[in-house]
């Protein structure tokens, strides 16, 4: 999952470390646009240490949200 470039920015500035709840309230606060927003909300309920800890997971749950169609349908890649 590619992050927008307002999220991206916006996860440069954070200080850290930040908690789920700390991302949402400083993204709302900062004006950070709704789908930015939803896609934070997403993350787990624990304290991360930088930004690419946030992409981390970001990238992992796109990852996983893309290969479910796959791995309902009994199609598994090789």
Known sequence: MHTSPALD????GMEYP???DDLLREAA??????DDRAVLA???EQ???AAWH???H????GLIEELA???SSGFVAA
């Open 58 to 61: 970001l990238a992992r749950r």
């Open 42 to 44: 997403q993350l787990p």
């Open 69 to 71: 169609p796959a791995a």
């Open 47 to 49: 304290s991360f240490s």
């Open 18 to 20: 930040a908690t789920r």
């Open 9 to 12: 920015r916006f996860l440069r």
């Open 29 to 34: 606060r900062d004006g950070l646009g709704g």
């Open 54 to 56: 946030i992409r981390y």
